[in-house]
Structure formats: C-alpha cells, structure tokens
C-alpha cells in the first residue's frame, strides 16, 4: 500500500538559500513529523505537528525551520537561509495518535540535502 | 538541558549472543521513550515505554523501562546477522498545558552481529 514518501530525494543547495522539502504522508495520519540525520549528530526532532495545527515552529537552532501543512496529510519543511551545517538526511515521518496514546511511526526515504 | 545517554556507542558480537543496550535519560517532563532500529532505510519503530518495570516483548527483543533510576534497556536474544542496524533512544518530553511535545534522541548504539 502506499507509504510516506518524499521530494525531492536530492536537493544540492548554494549556502545563504531557502530550500523547501515536500512529505506526502498516509491518509488519516495525524501527526507529522520531521527529524534530521547527521553522521556526527544522530537524529534529532525539528518539528511536530498535529491535525491541521503547526506546533514546534522554532525548531532547531535557530528558528530557520518551519514545517507547514497545506493539506491534511502533506507538509512542507522549509529551511532558511540554508547553512553548510544544514547537510543532512531530513526524514519525514507520519503516525495515527488516538487518545494521546502513540502508534508506529512510519517513515520516509528521506531527502538527502547538501548545501555547498 | 535535556539529554539522553545511550551505550555503549558501538557493539560487536557473534551470531547467537545476547546483547543489551542502555539508554539513561535527564528529562524535565518525561512522557515515554522510544527504541527504533535504523538500518540503511529510515528508522523502524520498536517499543513504547511508559510504565516502569513493565517489560515490552516482540520475538526476540524486549525492553524494560526504570523511571525511578531513568533508564531502559533493550535486550535482543540469540542475535542474527539481520539484528546489524543502529539502535535508536528517544524520550518524549511533554510540556505541560501546551500542545508540543518533542523527541529527545541518543545518538544510538550501533550493532554488527558477525556470522
């Protein structure tokens, strides 16, 4: 069936511009999330969002990352002002939360970013 | 500031070993925490702990979470070569009144299980 996918799975960036990666996540999922992946630095959350609501927009680290969600089961991660340390696997991941209680998340391929 | 520990950084055993892998945590608002296993392809959901001392079983792995001395460990018994991947930690901080909750990750245990 189909999963969470993502686009683009490339992206080469010049340093100083915004980049914006795509999720297309499983229809009824609620809950969307982002992380980033680093050799160095393993993975961390950047944004959580629920329903239609956009939580955790300041992200990490300095607030140039922001998620929006223009359909229910789509989001958006837009970096600004992209840094060399912004190269990383972003990972898009999609779960069904009912009762606060959480179920699988289901990931992504990932978008591998390189900001030159 | 928030954290979590996981150890030890990198593991290798033979086919048929059992493993334990540690995660210690410092969590203002503790809500659960997670393993995932990660290997080439994006991480892959394990088990949710929530409840101290209740231990979660799937197959050969099974996961026991202390919120008293905050820590958890996953075993894996009678390790296979498919078992190799990175094993991931994250704790759920919950803000209290609000409505965003985050994913505190380790930077994982990484695992090879030599034939």
């Known amino acids: 069936g189909a999963g969470v996918s993502q686009s683009p799975r490339y992206k080469v960036a010049k340093r100083g511009r915004d980049v914006a990666l795509r999720c297309d996540s499983i229809?009824?999922?609620?809950?969307l999330y982002w992380y980033r992946q680093t050799l160095g630095q393993g993975s961390e959350v950047l944004t959580y969002s629920q329903s239609d609501a956009q939580r955790d927009k300041s992200g990490r680290p300095s607030g140039r990352f922001s998620a929006e969600r223009p359909e229910r089961s789509v989001s958006t991660l837009k970096i600004q002002r992209t840094e060399q340390g912004d190269s990383a696997v972003y990972l898009c991941a999609s779960s069904v939360i009912r009762d606060r209680v959480w179920e699988t998340q289901y990931f992504g391929p990932g978008t591998r970013l390189l900001v030159l | 500031e928030d954290k979590v520990v996981q150890s030890p950084l990198s593991l290798v055993v033979h086919e048929g070993d059992t493993v334990t892998l540690n995660c210690s945590y410092e969590?203002?608002?503790?809500?659960?925490l997670l393993w995932y296993k990660q290997e080439k392809k994006a991480p892959t959901f394990l088990f949710m702990l929530t409840s101290s001392g209740i231990e979660k079983k799937s197959g050969r792995l099974s996961s026991i979470l202390d919120n008293k001395e905050l820590f958890s460990i996953l075993n894996i018994t009678a390790t296979q070569t498919g078992d190799s991947a990175v094993y991931l930690c994250a704790v759920e901080d919950r803000h209290y009144g609000g409505a965003t909750n985050k994913l505190i990750f380790g930077t994982g245990t990484l695992l090879a299980v030599q034939p």
């Open positions: 969590v203002t608002n503790f809500r659960s």
């Open positions: 229809s009824g999922h609620v809950t």
